[in-house]
Each structure stands twice: as structure tokens, then as C-alpha cells.
């Protein structure tokens, strides 16, 4: 695929499940996105930091410290403050996606496949 011109969006994907996390960096990068990703929600908050991605994808279950957590870590970063966040959960549960909209994210659903999770991402990056 031809590079885009201007700089690379970057997507932070923060989820325990490496095939998942992997699955969605694949399909990501094929656009020419820049994709890191870790698996616990401790290292997420320092590698947003340091990485500052354009759009984060975040799971809500997660060993240590729980997604919504993370989130509410992430919003208190002044650099972050305007990121784009998908909270991502096979459940649904309406408290959590409360607590997603109160926190300026989007919940969207894990469905099993990852290929929508990818292409709502490339669409609010304006890639798709």
C-alpha cells in the first residue's frame, strides 16, 4: 500500500489477549498505521505516555489493574486528555459503559471478530 502523506497515526492496543492485541495490529498496520501493544493495564499507562498514540484501544478485563482504571489513569494525562479511546469487552454491562461515556471513550463490543474493531479504528483515524 502507498504511504500516506503527512505523519503515521499511531494506535495503542492495551488488552491480556496477544492473539487479539495481534489480530488487530496486523489488520491496523496493513494501512500503514503505527501499532504497539502491551498486555497489562500497568504498562499501558506509561507506554501511552511515552508513545502518544492518536487512538488506544483498551480492554476492560484484564489481570492487575482493571481497564476502567486504566482509563480514568489515562484521562488525568494532560497529553491524553483528547485521545481517541476504544474500551473494548466481550460482556455487556451497562455500569462499564457508563463509566466509558463519563470518561470521553467509546465502548465498543468485542464480537468475536476483530476485523470490525479494525475498521471502526481505521475510520476515526480517517484511513478507511
Do not use: N, W
Not at 503527512?6 to 491496523?28: E, H, S
Not at 503505527?34 to 498486555?39: I, M, Q
Not at 484521562?75 to 470518561?103: C, H, N, W
Amino acid at each position: 500500500m502507498a504511504e500516506r502523506p503527512g505523519p503515521r497515526k499511531k494506535v495503542l492496543i492495551i488488552d491480556d489477549d496477544a492473539d487479539l492485541a495481534a489480530a488487530l495490529g496486523a489488520g491496523l498496520s496493513q494501512d500503514g498505521i503505527e501499532v504497539r501493544a502491551c498486555h497489562y493495564g500497568e504498562q499501558g499507562i506509561p507506554d501511552a505516555q511515552a508513545f502518544l498514540p492518536d487512538l488506544i484501544i483498551l480492554d476492560v478485563l484484564m489481570p492487575g489493574i482493571h481497564g476502567i482504571h486504566v482509563l480514568s489513569e489515562l484521562r488525568r494525562i494532560p497529553a491524553l486528555e483528547k485521545t481517541r479511546i476504544f474500551v473494548i469487552s466481550g460482556m455487556r454491562d451497562r455500569e462499564i459503559e457508563e463509566q466509558v461515556i463519563r470518561y470521553g471513550a467509546e465502548f465498543v463490543h468485542k464480537s468475536g471478530e476483530p476485523l470490525a474493531i479494525v475498521a471502526k479504528a481505521k475510520r476515526c483515524l480517517g484511513v478507511l
